[in-house]
Structures are given as structure tokens and as C-alpha cells.
């Protein structure tokens, strides 16, 4: 199993930027499809976007899409969540996560999340 650590968050202004990164140890990181997730006070986990293996083919939720990039760096065991333009609404406990498919279900390993808040 994947052992994964975020960081990077903070507290940013609306229209701000921050990056997240995700630091991954114990199993070999490029057999797995990496994503993030995010979970803000009250509701539930929501998809923020993933990335495939190795040829980097991402996908992100419609929320998102046009203002976060997600990449990985496969020589460092990292993936990383660029956030541009944050909304209040971003606000969240921010997860990454591996899964050996693109289906959303099987996401797991979850690290301990990171803080995100956006200040309006």
C-alpha cells in the first residue's frame, strides 16, 4: 500500500493561488492513478480532479476545471494540485489519493489532508 503526505495549504485571499503537493512512499507511485479530493465542513468528500500513470492524462470536475492543474512527478513520487483563481467556496480539507483505476470508488490510501481556506 501507498503511503501519501499532502501539503501547502494555507489561508489565501479570493483570486489567490496556492500549490498542494503530495509526497508518496512505499509502493512503487507510477503504477497509480493519483487524485485529489476535497471535503469542506459539513459536506461530503467531492472530486477535485486525477491524473493517469504516466502519460498524464487528467481530468477535473467541472467546479474546478480552468483555474486547477493537477501534474505529477513520477523521478520524485509527488503529485501536486495547482489552485488559481480560489473561490471562498475552495474552502476544504484537501486529500490526495491512489488508485489502481480512473473509477472514483476505488480511490484510497488517503493521507491526512491539508488545509485549505479562502477568505472572501
Known amino acids: 500500500q501507498v503511503q501519501l503526505v499532502e501539503s501547502g495549504g494555507g489561508l489565501v485571499q479570493a483570486g489567490g493561488s496556492l500549490r498542494l503537493s503530495c509526497a508518496a512512499s512505499?509502493?512503487?507511485?507510477?503504477?497509480?492513478?493519483m487524485g485529489w479530493f476535497r471535503q469542506a465542513p459539513g459536506k461530503e468528500r467531492e472530486f477535485v480532479a486525477h491524473?493517469?500513470?504516466?502519460?498524464?492524462?487528467?481530468y477535473y470536475a467541472n467546479s474546478v476545471k480552468g483555474r486547477f492543474t493537477i501534474s505529477r512527478d513520477n523521478a520524485k513520487n509527488t503529485v501536486y494540485l495547482q489552485m488559481n483563481s480560489l473561490k471562498p467556496e475552495d474552502t476544504a480539507t484537501y486529500y490526495c489519493?491512489?488508485?489502481?483505476?480512473?473509477?472514483?470508488?476505488?480511490?484510497?490510501?488517503w493521507g491526512q489532508g491539508t488545509q485549505v481556506t479562502v477568505s472572501s
Open positions: 489519493a491512489a488508485s489502481q483505476t480512473v473509477r472514483l470508488t476505488d480511490f484510497g490510501s
Open positions: 491524473i493517469s500513470r504516466s502519460v498524464s492524462i487528467t
Open positions: 512505499g509502493r512503487t507511485f507510477s503504477n497509480y492513478v
